[in-house]
């Protein structure tokens, strides 16, 4: 019954019946070892979507897949309908536009201030004049609560703080996809509330899709539509679903193992 | 009714119902390449008309991002400052989510930080003298924590890491003796050459075989080398020790009760200091041979002329000044690379300019140095 109350919130969200991502054979290695092997699954449109699983297990290198910073040995990525795995340089610049990526390092450049960063990808544009740039900038920095600080830089931030100016540098350009790579790695659980507030009004306010890839089972329970669990062993998907769906229904020991760890946690949360 | 319409995303039409109401209506996608368009559209509709009500009806905007919203709030602020009203129709769900993500107020907010004025002329000459000031005396304690540690280290030669000091050995020496020798070989090769064009006038070739051997073993040799080698070294130790500032091991190491100095520096000044007077050794010799191919080749001397010659000139306090020469500018390679890596504060930036700091204050100070020696050697030869 959960699982179809999730369903119908996102579906509500959907444009088109399209999904925005979907990822069809895919196999990554480096060199010899492989990673991933096979693996078939799909983001809806508007949806929060996690993929977890524990160290080591290749989540990090699906996400680069995802982004199109390494090339699937086999099988597809397909973003909005492109197969990014096989497109060029120019079809890539494209896609790109329409992704913002969190790295888990904020990622911001150390020498210019926050304000240049998070306008950095507004330079590409013609046509827009400053005046504009610095305005997005600064309804952007105000959108994930850090107005006025567009003349710091980096160094002179709390991580929270970078984190979020590397948020507002992800979603300056209204991406459709916004993804995350373990959003609240150094982080404290006051400062990863409050990144998980904003994702949550990123993802209703602007309808953005949300793909996040964290080994932090409590966040991903709170914020996921549908979480995806890999495994390393499998080298694969081992379950995916609702969240609630997996906690209650699912018989699989690792499933159960990564999962039920978190119960003490969300008691408290 | 005016229809004005742009190449790509949306169409702007003009209704006027009455005099003092105008009516906006927007069509089509709204996004951040047309942001600066669709301002001047509006404000140019709107132009000439005293305050009154514009309405805008959003009814078939397929799609506004937050620029969109961010253009027609900068509308709204606009006509209202001309005494006007500005009044949102048919707002999509979507374009309301994205108004309540905006914070209007904030965007007229000042900055909490205005941009850095330009520093004056005077202003700017005091910094570069505090920095100055300051960045001698960081060097001059690292010298003395340096020093502290050699001595404690002399006492207790089984703490030294041996197998560190090897494997920079390696690194510096037997990876940097390639470089030295081929660019040694070809500085005794140009310097040769170019002597002999003017020697060969007066029939005093075999003087060629005594410039190149005293300039190589006097100068050429060591300090060559020793910038060789500073731009191989020093930079690869403030690199590293920068590096490991920066992910917290130098912090780690304290925590251990580790002194770092001891630790990172030592290794690297033992090695570098060991392995410079033998590089230049090597690069004597190489530049010796330089000279030799053009005397035989170009000279008409023989191997033997040019060897005996060589090694009249070639005296052993001069050898042995060039090797001290090394010894010190080895430990002024040492000293610099590593004091600059630990002086790294901050984030990855920081180790490029440690790195680059690193080279030109050692290429400086062997400078420097040499010129001390030249006067010294003078007086005391």
Redesign the interface.
């Known amino acids: 019954m959960r699982v179809d109350k999730v369903e119908s919130k996102v579906c509500s969200r959907i444009e088109t019946g399209k999904p925005i991502i979907a990822v069809e054979g895919l196999t990554a290695s480096f060199g010899e070892e492989t990673i991933l092997e096979n693996i078939d699954f799909e983001v809806r449109r508007g949806e929060i979507f996690c993929i977890v699983g524990g160290s080591g297990c290749g989540k990090s290198t699906l996400l680069k897949h995802m982004i199109g910073l390494l090339r699937p040995a086999a099988g597809k990525v397909l973003v909005g309908g492109m197969n990014i795995g096989a497109a060029g340089d120019r079809e890539l610049n494209s896609i790109r536009k329409e992704i913002g990526v969190l790295f888990q390092s904020d990622a911001l450049l150390?020498?210019m201030t926050l304000g240049e960063n998070v306008g950095l990808p507004?330079g590409g544009?013609t046509?827009?004049?400053q005046d504009?740039v610095q305005?997005?900038v600064?309804?952007?920095l105000?959108?994930v609560n850090l107005?006025?600080?567009?003349?710091?830089y980096?160094?002179e931030l709390s991580g929270g703080m970078r984190k979020r100016g590397g948020l507002a540098r992800a979603m300056v350009?209204?991406p459709q996809i916004l993804f995350f790579d373990e959003p609240s790695a150094g982080l404290d659980p006051v400062n990863t509330a409050e990144l998980e507030i904003l994702i949550r009004?990123?993802n209703?306010?602007?309808?953005t899709t949300i793909v996040i890839v964290s080994h932090q089972v409590e966040l991903v329970l709170r914020l996921a539509d549908r979480v995806m669990l890999i495994d390393r062993g499998e080298k694969g998907i081992i379950a995916t679903g609702a969240p609630e769906e997996l906690r209650f229904s699912t018989t699989d020991p690792r499933v159960r193992n990564f999962l039920f760890r978190t119960d003490a946690g969300q008691g408290k949360g | 009714m005016g229809i004005k319409t742009s190449q790509p995303g949306y169409v702007l039409q003009t209704q006027s119902a009455e005099s003092d109401q105008l009516v906006l209506s927007l069509s089509g996608r709204v996004s951040l390449d047309d942001a600066d368009r669709l301002l001047a559209e509006m404000e140019n509709a709107s132009a000439g008309r005293t305050a009154g009500v514009v309405k805008i009806d959003l009814a078939d905007v397929s799609y506004m991002d937050s620029a969109g919203v961010l253009t027609l709030f900068r509308f709204e602020e606009k006509i209202r400052r001309e005494g006007g009203a500005c009044v949102t129709l048919h707002l999509p769900d979507r374009t309301r989510g994205i108004m309540g993500l905006i914070d209007r107020q904030g965007l007229s907010m000042p900055t909490l930080r205005g941009e850095k004025a330009p520093t004056g002329l005077m202003e700017a000459a005091g910094d570069a003298g505090v920095k100055f000031y300051s960045d001698f005396k960081t060097l001059m304690t690292f010298l003395g924590d340096l020093i502290a540690a050699l001595v404690h280290l002399a006492r207790h030669p089984g703490e030294v890491r041996w197998g560190d000091v090897l494997f920079t050995m390696r690194r510096t020496g037997a990876e940097g003796f390639p470089i030295v020798a081929l660019i040694s070989f070809l500085i005794g090769l140009i310097i040769a050459f170019m002597s002999s064009l003017q020697l060969k006038q007066f029939g005093a070739n075999i003087y060629v075989a005594s410039l190149v051997s005293l300039a190589i073993v006097r100068e050429l040799g060591p300090i060559m080398t020793a910038i060789l080698v500073a731009g191989r070294s020093a930079s690869a130790y403030a690199a590293e020790i920068g590096t490991m500032r920066i992910n917290d091991e130098v912090d780690a190491l304290v925590t251990m009760g580790i002194d770092p100095i001891r630790f990172l520096a030592v290794p690297k000044l033992i090695a570098t200091v060991l392995v410079l007077p033998i590089l230049t050794l090597y690069a004597d010799l190489f530049g010796i041979a330089g000279g030799l191919i053009v005397g035989v080749t170009g000279l008409d001397l023989t191997p033997y002329t040019y060897l005996q010659e060589s090694q009249r000139t070639i005296t052993l306090f001069y050898l042995l000044s060039s090797m001290l020469k090394a010894l010190v500018f080895a430990f002024v390679i040492a000293w610099i690379g590593c004091q600059r890596g630990f002086q790294v504060r901050g984030g990855v930036e920081a180790v490029g300019a440690a790195t680059t700091s690193a080279v030109v204050t050692s290429i400086l100070l062997i400078v420097i140095v040499d010129s001390v020696f030249a006067v010294v050697l003078h007086y005391v030869g």
Request: hydrophobic residues 45%.
């Open positions: 150390a020498s507004l544009l046509g827009l004049s504009t305005l997005i600064r309804m952007k105000a959108m107005g006025g600080y567009e003349n710091y980096p160094a350009l209204d009004e990123i209703v306010g602007l309808g």
